[in-house]
């Protein structure tokens, strides 16, 4: 069984995919199996791949289903003891394995490991680097200093935004997919949904070196389906707000009285009665402050009331195509979005502005 497995979802990255490749080939781990999984490439992707000679990779084509689909089919082939992604258009630091696997190793209750990234264009040039929820922001934040991400806590600012980025940047055990299962069929969000269940259940570690480098082009934006994106944020604020341990009371040292009269000090370590509304206060404001939905807050009420955390299944039909349901919400969302004229990023396209903006700068246009 080899210590790590890396799953690289491909598609239509002919010019990127060797990179991608050889980074993970050539890591200082060398314990490692490499599942490439192209999801229907039209280009010369497999040709490409076909030419790379080394026993450790392996190359299951299928038709095109999708990343997370692509995703699922890599991990349920995986045999590592620890499993990462790459997406082809990105490309390892040389020691990534090797550094997030440490953390693994020696923080047992950690269940995810992320790094801050390296910021690159199509031709490899550096743009920067993003610092985890420090910069890159893929949403303006009316107060950020009252938010999620003026804490250092690393989960809570992940309710925020995915500041991690990619699923380029996760590496966990294979015993918590086990535990969790495979991603969710989301167009835009598979990832950001991923970290919130991995981080449900464990520990997330974020490594402050840019251990992987992370392309940015004019193809991968997704400005295409603002709606449906806007859509995905809201159903995944729906589906674990609910259950987030920055809203749960134990999480503030308190519980409810055996006999319902009230709120009553949890023991040693634990809050007085009187400071319960003080605490309260302050995450409040912190949510109030961190919840972000492109001026679409009645799909994320509507989404709510219909209790998706308590029903996985209607949660998981709302991401069907074809259901009535989301299609009313997706009309909503598309007329909001002609009436107020919104600016609408993503994760990945805030970050392809930020970046051509800073390109811009140091060749002085």
């Known amino acids: 069984m080899p210590e790590v497995s890396v799953i690289v979802p491909s598609y239509n990255h002919a010019r990127f995919i060797r990179k991608a490749v050889e980074s993970v080939l050539t890591q200082t781990l060398t314990d490692l199996e490499l599942i490439v999984v192209d999801d229907g490439s039209e280009d010369d992707s497999l040709q490409i791949l076909s030419k790379i000679q080394d026993p450790r990779i392996i190359v299951l084509p299928q038709s095109n289903q999708g990343a997370h689909q692509a995703i699922n089919r890599g991990l349920h082939r995986a045999s590592g003891k ?16 090797e550094k997030t696997c440490a953390i693994l190793k020696i923080q047992p209750d950690t269940g995810l490991v992320a790094s801050y990234i390296q910021i690159i264009d199509q031709a490899d040039h550096p743009l920067g680097i ?18 999620f991400r003026a804490t250092n806590d690393l989960k809570e600012a992940l309710l925020t935004e995915n500041y991690l980025a990619t699923t380029s940047n996760f590496i966990f055990p294979k015993a918590l997919y086990e535990q969790i299962g495979d991603f969710r069929p989301l167009r835009f969000t598979h990832d950001w949904d991923y970290a919130l269940r991995l981080t449900q259940i464990s520990d997330l570690a974020l490594l402050t070196e840019p251990l992987l480098n992370y392309r940015v082009h004019p193809d991968n934006t997704i400005r295409k389906d603002q709606s449906v994106m806007i859509f995905e944020i809201c159903w995944i604020l729906a589906v674990h707000l609910p259950t987030s341990s920055a809203l749960n009371e134990t999480d503030f040292g308190l519980h409810k009285s055996s006999s319902g009269s009230g709120w009553q000090d949890a023991g040693s370590g634990g809050l007085r009665t009187s400071d319960r509304d003080t605490v309260v206060a302050k995450r409040i404001e912190q949510l109030l402050h961190s919840i972000y939905t492109f001026q679409c807050e009645q799909v994320l009420i509507a989404l709510l009331l219909q209790k998706l955390h308590l029903d996985e299944d209607l949660a998981l039909s709302l991401l069907a195509p074809v259901n009535p349901i989301r299609e009313k919400y997706l009309d909503f969302i598309r007329t909001r979005l002609r009436q107020s004229d919104l600016p609408v990023s993503s994760n990945k396209s805030m970050l392809i502005e930020k970046a051509w903006a800073t390109a811009r700068k140091i060749i002085g246009h």
């Open 130 to 147: 993003k610092h985890g929820f420090k910069d890159c922001e893929p949403w303006m934040l009316g107060r950020p200093d009252l938010s």
């Open 82 to 97: 620890y499993l990462a992604i790459l997406n082809s258009d990105d490309y390892y630091h040389p020691e990534r394995l």
